[in-house]
């Protein structure tokens, strides 16, 4: 046997980094998800905003910067959840590994295998670098890196991949190739290049607040020097920071923090592991689903297919025959454990003599007195088979995986009395769930491509069998040689047969530049570049630590039937964001429109942070925040910046008209500044009521009583809270009040309606 490495080898090898460690983790590190969620234009402005505001001794003013801090709360602490998940995984993924030091075994993480080690390897274990058969025999599941489900025999000399698992056999391995250089290391370095998920609602808020950001300097300081002229500085500062904070929707970034995080608790109880918050609201918009066969539809091993006698033999003297074989034979292998579980082992039999499974034989068998049971490949158990069994077994669908059961008066090789008794035929097993599942994507508009390492029959048959529309497509992606190939397989193919890492990640890139929101599912080092380019990627828990660590989403029981929760929860987010979002959009409209008037214009700003709060904790924060948690599993229709502006630009623009209008009015019959602002905050808290009730339309009793306690609400801090909200009693006024009041609510509606004539509604 060979001894391995010495101990003091070892030790210097490890020294010098020759050891089986990668130098990059693959979960996002601490500070870069620090730095990530601080340094943003949106906290910046914020920041600014309330230190002007907090140096003018307006400190009550500055309560807004509680929504910013909310904010950035929430986004750290569940990259930090997701991180601290991740690794967890991580580590119970892996399994300490057998290496030989002075002709001594030893137990080690795989962490610590060094280059040139010796590791005994058996049935059940992963390889954990590359390296070379030295002794024995094996048979391994190579599908985390080839995609073939059909296990691969391996025996001295050959070479070895880390994420290889040996399903039977025990081998000895010369590590070669270890961390950084393996192929396993090479094919998932993508991994390590952190690529966010894309979010359409992030990324149109991000484009919103960077063009206000550009904006609120000559904006603010144009204004900053027309307050200066009517009012104190301290005075003109707040109304300033008043008039830029409304500008950028702060509460509308808190909001859709709040509710995807909502979202990751709810799917955490399902049993998925959310990464980023924005995964959930791109998996929502997919429609087209990319699956990886092994793993995602099918459970990773076998089951019966048929049993076929042969010959004399009857169905049910196989069954006992192989009944008999599963109760004195120990094989663990995946294809045994199928007739095991399809023939449970019968307790009364005994053999004589036992012959186990090896990968060189490939049959096993057992004498029970006198005559041999003998399973395995069929040209193995009878070398010279006869043509109407060849006959038979090429009839089958290439994608079976057949075993001849045979009888003899001893084992092959030592009799030719062999007697075929019945073909076992087997098939992966397709998970329970696939069906509804597949059934579920094709009535939601998805489409659904499968993807595999395996042949084009083996996948176009799995399918079917899961239920996949047009299963029978299939092509060899051998045959695609070029760009316009896969371009053009995309568009007709359902399967795909031998695809390699690369191929997988250049069919979703097809499909990305054919217009399609993608995902990918999948397990193994194979899948991680196809599912980092993919919208929205995908990984089991019981995959490799790399797929894990680059998918967007992890199912931690490994079950694909927990996507169309995913799904549902999504739609609800992105539909309720959509429809919330446009009471955040108005005052972000009616506040640019204003500040940029009240710049031009010698009127004092009519507003200050703490008025803008009592209207948007009761005609935006709250409604909002409400409304975005009810149940809403539509489709998603439209993009989210056209559907929200043609909801908010009726309210703002109305807002702007009443404003401009009744301060044409007040000032003619010679109200005060307190008394314009106090008519002023009750335009935009009609406005804003006017906005509720549509998103609360139709009525249901919950939104009903939404709709009836934000009214209570401003009312009530409009008029019993007046001196806490800088406002002034406007009893003697109160006709002119309610004048104001209806005439805004008279002119939302009207470009409520205008703007519903200009294109039709997105359905809420």
């Known amino acids: ?444 508009g998805v489409a659904l491509r499968v993807i595999s390492g395996d042949s084009p029959a083996t996948v176009s048959a799995v399918a079917a069998r899961a239920g996949v529309p047009g299963a029978e497509a299939a092509v060899d992606a051998t045959t695609l040689t070029s760009a316009r190939d896969i371009d053009e397989a995309v568009r007709r193919y359902v399967c795909f047969g031998r695809v390699t890492p690369q191929q997988k990640r250049e069919l979703v890139e097809a499909m990305q530049r054919q217009g399609h929101t993608v995902a990918m599912t999948g397990d193994g080092v194979n899948d991680v570049p196809a599912l980092r380019a993919a919208d929205c990627g995908v990984a089991m828990a019981s995959g490799t630590d790399a797929a894990r660590a680059v998918a967007k989403l992890v199912l931690l029981d490994s079950d694909f039937s927990a996507l169309p929760g995913v799904v549902a929860e999504g739609r609800r987010s992105v539909n309720n964001l959509q429809r919330s979002a446009s009471l955040f959009i108005i005052k972000t409209i009616y506040a640019s429109l204003l500040a940029v008037l009240f710049a031009v214009v010698p009127w004092a700003y009519p507003f200050v942070p703490i008025q803008a709060t009592l209207v948007s904790v009761t005609t935006i924060g709250i409604p909002s925040f409400l409304l975005a948690l009810e149940p809403n599993h539509e489709r998603i229709r439209g993009h989210f910046l056209a559907n929200i502006l043609r909801d908010a630009l009726p309210g703002a623009l109305s807002v702007v008209a009443s404003v401009v209008l009744w301060e044409l009015v007040c000032r003619r019959i010679g109200l005060s500044a307190g008394q314009i602002t106090t008519v002023c905050v009750g335009i935009l808290g009609a406005a804003g009521l006017g906005m509720v009730r549509r998103a609360c339309t139709p009525f249901s009793p919950f939104r009903a009583a939404v709709f009836a306690a934000m009214s209570a609400g401003f009312l009530t801090g409009y008029l019993a809270f007046s001196e806490f909200f800088e406002l002034v009693p406007l009893f003697s006024r109160s006709p002119l009040f309610l004048a104001a009041f209806a005439l805004t609510i008279a002119l939302f509606e009207a470009l409520a309606w205008a703007f519903r004539r200009l294109g039709p509604r997105k359905n809420r």
Request: charged share 20%; proline share 5%.
């Open 1 to 444: 046997m060979n001894p391995g490495l010495s101990p003091e080898e070892a030790a210097r090898r490890e020294a010098a980094g020759r050891v089986n460690r990668l130098r990059t983790r693959y979960t996002k590190p601490v500070s870069a998800i620090l730095r990530e969620n601080l340094c943003t234009v949106f906290n910046l402005v914020n920041f600014v905003l309330a230190a002007a505001v907090l140096a003018a001794g307006s400190y009550k003013n500055a309560l807004f910067l509680g929504i910013v801090i909310s904010n950035l709360a929430i986004g750290i602490v569940q990259e930090l959840r997701a991180k601290a998940a991740a690794e967890r995984l991580e580590l119970e993924a892996v399994s300490p590994v057998t290496v030989l030091r002075g002709g001594r075994e030893t137990r080690i993480p795989p962490e610590r295998i060094v280059e040139g080690d010796v590791c005994r390897i058996g049935a059940g274990e992963r390889v954990p670098a590359d390296g070379v058969v030295l002794e024995g025999s094996c048979e391994a599941d190579t599908s985390a890196l080839t995609g073939e489900s059909l296990p691969a025999p391996l025996g001295e000399g050959d070479a070895v991949s880390g994420g290889f698992i040996v399903t039977a056999g025990t081998v000895l391995v010369r590590m070669d190739a270890v961390g950084e250089d393996c192929r396993m290391a090479r094919i998932a370095a993508s991994a390590r290049t952190h690529k966010p998920a894309r979010s359409e609602i992030m990324r149109t808020l991000n484009r919103v607040v960077t063009v206000l950001a550009a904006a609120i300097l000559p904006i603010g300081a144009l204004l900053l020097w027309r307050q200066l002229a009517l009012s104190p500085w301290n005075g003109a500062v707040v109304s300033v920071t008043a008039a830029l904070i409304n500008m950028i929707p702060e509460g509308l970034m808190l909001l859709t923090s709040s509710v995807l995080a909502v979202s990751v608790i709810r799917l955490s109880k399902k049993r998925v592991l959310v990464r980023e918050l924005a995964s959930i609201e791109s998996l929502a918009r997919v429609d087209m689903l990319c699956l990886d066969k092994t793993g995602t539809l099918t459970e990773g091993d076998m089951e019966l297919f048929c049993l076929e006698p042969l010959g004399d033999g009857t169905e049910a003297s196989a069954a006992a025959a192989l009944s008999g074989l599963t109760a004195v034979l120990a094989d663990a292998s995946p294809t045994f454990e199928a007739v095991r579980r399809a023939f449970p082992p019968d307790a009364s039999a005994r053999a004589v003599r036992v012959q186990p499974f090896s990968s060189d034989r490939k049959y096993a068998g057992a004498d029970f007195g006198g005559e041999w049971s003998l399973l395995g490949a069929p040209e193995r158990v009878m070398p010279s088979l006869p043509d109407a069994v060849r006959a038979r077994i090429a009839a089958l669908d290439p994608s079976l995986r057949v075993l001849l059961l045979a009888r003899a008066d001893g084992m092959p090789g030592e009799t030719d009395a062999i007697r075929p008794e019945a073909l076992v035929v087997l098939r992966d097993r397709v998970r329970a769930s696939a069906a509804e599942t597949m059934a579920y994507f094709s009535a939601q």
